[in-house]
């Protein structure tokens, strides 16, 4: 039987009340296996998602929404690895990575 994580959606509420994705530009990072970028990429413009796992990006990948294809970049790779200016970003994601 599968784990439900956050099945009351306290999570995704307290993500909501404390930032307003609607419309920018969001770099994820620890993404992971997409579990919490799924809560904000519809109000997001575009995603660029990141975690060292490929198999976890791989896992992200397989199970993105067909709705939210155009808008999320997954990438494997360490935020010291990628070469993107800051500017690029209206805001920065990071949970439960270090």
Same mark, same amino acid.
């Given at each position: 039987?599968?784990?439900?994580?956050?099945?009351?959606?306290? +999570?995704?509420?307290?993500?909501?009340?404390?930032?307003?994705?609607?419309?920018?530009?969001?770099?994820?990072?620890?993404?992971?296996?997409?579990?919490?970028?799924?809560?904000?990429?519809?109000?997001?413009?575009?995603?660029?998602?990141?975690?060292?796992?490929?198999?976890?990006? +791989?896992?992200?990948?397989?199970?993105?929404?067909?709705?939210?294809?155009?808008?999320?970049?997954?990438?494997?790779?360490?935020?010291?690895?990628?070469?993107?200016?800051?500017?690029?970003?209206?805001?920065?994601?990071?949970?439960?990575?270090?």
């Amino acid at each position: 039987m599968p784990v439900l994580l956050d099945p009351e959606d306290t +999570e995704t509420k307290a993500l909501h009340d404390y930032v307003d994705f609607s419309g920018k530009r969001v770099l994820e990072i620890g993404c992971g296996d997409g579990r919490l970028t799924w809560r904000y990429a519809d109000r997001a413009a575009h995603i660029v998602a990141i975690d060292p796992k490929a198999e976890d990006i +791989e896992i992200a990948v397989e199970e993105c929404p067909a709705e939210l294809r155009d808008k999320i970049e997954f990438r494997a790779a360490r935020l010291a690895e990628l070469d993107l200016p800051a500017e690029k970003f209206d805001l920065a994601l990071l949970s439960w990575s270090l």
